[in-house]
């Protein structure tokens, strides 16, 4: 019999595959006293040879899919993994303690990284990070624990796992995933937004109901309903599989809205554009018809690299995607590190409260060079297209004016080298903080625009944890203090003539079209893959009927009263 199972839709579609189990393994370390050290060293030395093997094959791969330059950072890998001092260190721990070849390496590895980690020479003490890296592989073989691997799967693979972190995401081999389902996490949490990025369907925070389930078992996930459903039986094989044809079907037929404007009946015209998370999502961009990039989220470039991305490799990226949108408007924000988004190589501290802490702009304002090198290369990609640079995670005009002033230095530097850039490059912030939200006319004075990103607006006005799936029913953006907060935006922002979009997940919420665009939003910028359905709800849309639907939401006490009344206005404007 099939087992239903239900979770949170968090990227659209419908896949029927085999499941795979992706839970890392526990190494177990033996801390008895041995006889043989003889053994030990050999077993040492045997998990350090298949490590090597195992990253040859690595660099082999990544030499193919991303280049000889990314695939380089494996030798250092290598050059770390033979350093004798290490090994040689461990031997004699095995030979004076008596203790088998893992204790020891566990010991000598915890030495290592805290010499590494102590240095004041930043690069050296980035390859803490990667000795810990490659020692867990080295302890793995050692001790014969499998190592997963998310970027080679079976075919028809669907994922199942308590979470995916950004960067397990972005390692995925998308040849072969079909869909993914966390146990944990909401819709705004970052690989949901990934999933949403790369087009793969996930439903997630589905509670740990997996104990059963094997690797290879049969599998069905409805991403549209948030819906998984375990051994299914041949009828809803059937179903399942029509459900998918019919998702495929009307995601051709909106095709044909690629190159149309969103237009509402009465003339109204607003931005139809896209998030990306890198230079490799801007196929889905121009496929989806977006005018434009609303938000490139720079810190997954940070996050899928060894050390903190140059000058030089963050300019190339930049400039591609620049170059790609042939003049449209490429919105793209500094580095929004912390959170739920860690850096490998910066050792971030850990604290009670993540969201509420070192996060975003505040660690590049204590940190002034990460800042300036991500300036520098933006200014210089601005000579290839049209770039605005944007700030995450604002909450005082000191923020602003000291940003500034890091650009101008910049600006200054590139000048006087008779480096190319734009002049004129705007600088903007997210509104993504009630303190920004309701104090938006003073902001939008010193700001050339604004995006709300309602993901963190929602929760930082509600106090509701955007990740946390037991209290994801009330992470609502309909709930009537976010949509004051947004109309506080809105206003404010054309109290000075500046321009505002959403970037946060609402507004890709096809429910929540009419009422953003009621409020006068100028842009709406989401996953490339809600681009042509936002379109087509604009286009059925009347402006005048809109606002007074505003007017009339703003009036109600509850979400669940706002999303009534939305819905019947929903139900009368939009035929399918
Ligand atoms: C947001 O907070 O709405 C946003 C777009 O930023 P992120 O999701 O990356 O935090
Ligand atoms: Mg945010």
Redesign the pocket.
Known sequence: MSIIINGIPASPGVSVGKVFLYKENEIIINKNNIEDTELEKERLLNGRNISKEQLLAIREKTAKKLGEDKASIFDGHITLLEDEDLFDEVVELIEDEQITAENALEQGLAGYCEMLGCLEDPYLRERAADLKDIGKRWLFNITGTEILDLSNLPKDSVIITKDLTPSDTAQLDLDNVLAFVTEIGGK?A?SS?MARSLEIPAVVGTGEKYSEVKSGDSIIVDALEGVVILNPTEDEIKTYTLKREEFLAEKELLKQLKDKDAVSKDGKKVGAWANIGSPKDIDGVLKNGAQGIG?Y?TEFLFMNNDCFPSEDEQFEAYKAVAEALEGKPVTIRTM?IGGDKSLPYMELPKEENPFLGWRALRVCLDRPEILKTQFRALLRASAFGYIKIML?MIISLTEVRKSRALLKECMEELRNEGIAFDENIQLGI?V?TPAVAFRASSFAKECDFFSI?????TQYTLAVDRGNEKISNLYNSYNPAVLQAIKCAIDGAHSENISISM???FAGDENATAILFGMGLDAFSMSAISVPRIKRNIMSLDKTQCEALVEKVLSLATAEEVMEEIKNFNSSNYTK
């Not at 990103?453 to 607006?457: A, K, S, V």
């Open positions: 705004t970052h937004i938000l989220r929004d995450p997210m993504e990103g309602t993901n963190d607006l970037c946060g997940e």
